[in-house]
């Protein structure tokens, strides 16, 4: 049974930090590509950024580009988003989820595993 479990989500002031961590089980971490996406309140959900499964390319959205940085540990099973300056219009529900296949997918339609999400609200 493949599980994937984010935490670290929270209240932030404006410009703050935050770290999210992705705890994957059940699956083969090191050979699935994995991306973390978002979805506001009333908004549909967007991606925020991918990372190949052997962590050497990754894609970010511009939105959060320069700000939002992603990483994993295979060995651990992880993967990290750490989130930098942050804005009123990060705030969302930020979700981890498992590609099909090793390589870096922007179409979220080609994610076959997702966690519960864990919320971010930045106050202004």
């Known amino acids: 049974q493949v599980q994937l479990v984010e935490s670290g989500g929270g209240v932030v002031q404006a410009g703050g930090s935050l770290r999210l961590s992705c705890a994957a089980s059940?699956?083969?971490?090191?050979?699935?590509?994995m991306g973390w996406f978002r979805q506001a309140p009333g908004k549909e959900r967007v991606i925020v950024v991918v990372?190949?499964?052997?962590?050497?390319?990754?894609r970010y959205a511009d939105s959060v580009e320069g700000r939002f940085t992603v990483s994993r540990d295979n060995a651990k099973k992880m993967v990290y988003l750490q989130m930098n300056s942050l804005k009123p219009e990060d705030t969302a529900v930020y979700y981890c989820?498992?590609?099909?296949?090793?390589?870096?997918?922007?179409?979220?339609?080609?994610?076959?595993?997702w966690g519960q999400g864990t919320q971010v609200t930045v106050s202004s």
């Open positions: 059940g699956l083969t971490v090191s050979s699935h590509a």
């Open positions: 990372i190949s499964a052997t962590g050497d390319t990754t």
């Open positions: 989820a498992a590609d099909r296949d090793g390589a870096i997918s922007w179409s979220e339609y080609d994610y076959n595993y």
